[in-house]
């Protein structure tokens, strides 16, 4: 019998519109002061309700907003070929730890590891990445761009334990039990 594997795979969640995260943080800021209002002094006339809704609005816009990238582990030796072309800077403690230019590496390593890009329905979205991941990574902030560097670390150097949900397995046995 012949085994085959699928190589492992991780989700990097990308929203397009930043500003609605501003909107979201001062939505909730508002929200929270105004809690705290109300509890203080339960005359106040009490606009928590409509400030939760307005924070699950742009919560919806920002899911409405986001896409999913697929980012799949490459073969152990094309890994290894990258890792060979990129040695690390001699002052880079970065560097040092992970034995490879991080910063060099990720520029060749993330585009081949992107798999598909899907919307919020699970839908394939048409993404060339040969001709658009360059602009899209250059408009990215280091914040966003840090989280494809995790993923396709934690695809090709993560480990590969099979998971275990204590809460799920606890929620299966509780349900058997009655």
């Given at each position: 019998?012949?085994?085959?594997?699928?190589?492992?795979?991780?989700?990097?969640?990308?929203?397009?519109?930043g500003?609605?995260k501003?909107?979201?943080?001062?939505?909730?800021?508002?929200?929270?002061?105004?809690?705290?209002?109300?509890?203080?002094?339960?005359r106040?006339?009490d606009?928590?309700?409509?400030?939760?809704?307005?924070?699950?609005?742009?919560?919806e816009?920002?899911k409405?907003?986001?896409?999913?990238?697929?980012?799949?582990?490459?073969?152990?030796?094309?890994?290894?070929?990258?890792?060979?072309?990129?040695?690390?800077?001699?002052?880079?403690m970065?560097?040092?730890?992970?034995?490879?230019?991080?910063?060099?590496l990720?520029?060749v390593?993330?585009?081949?590891?992107?798999?598909?890009?899907?919307?919020?329905?699970?839908e394939?979205?048409?993404?060339?990445?040969?001709?658009?991941?360059?602009?899209?990574?250059?408009?990215?902030?280091?914040?966003?761009?840090?989280?494809?560097?995790?993923?396709?670390?934690?695809v090709?150097?993560?480990?590969?334990?099979v998971?275990?949900?204590?809460?799920?397995?606890?929620?299966?046995?509780?349900?058997?039990?009655?």
């Amino acid at each position: 019998m012949a085994l085959t594997i699928k190589r492992p795979e991780t989700r990097v969640a990308f929203c397009l519109d930043g500003n609605l995260k501003a909107e979201h943080e001062a939505a909730e800021a508002e929200f929270n002061a105004a809690r705290n209002r109300s509890l203080a002094d339960a005359r106040l006339n009490d606009p928590v309700k409509e400030l939760a809704k307005k924070i699950t609005d742009i919560e919806e816009a920002m899911k409405a907003s986001t896409v999913e990238f697929v980012i799949r582990g490459m073969k152990r030796g094309d890994w290894n070929e990258l890792v060979a072309a990129h040695a690390p800077r001699e002052d880079n403690m970065l560097d040092k730890t992970y034995g490879f230019n991080v910063e060099s590496l990720m520029t060749v390593a993330i585009p081949q590891g992107i798999a598909g890009v899907e919307n919020q329905a699970g839908e394939s979205l048409d993404f060339d990445v040969k001709t658009e991941w360059d602009a899209l990574a250059d408009d990215m902030t280091d914040s966003q761009y840090e989280d494809f560097v995790l993923a396709t670390l934690r695809v090709n150097k993560g480990r590969n334990d099979v998971p275990f949900s204590l809460s799920a397995f606890r929620m299966i046995q509780d349900s058997d039990q009655t």
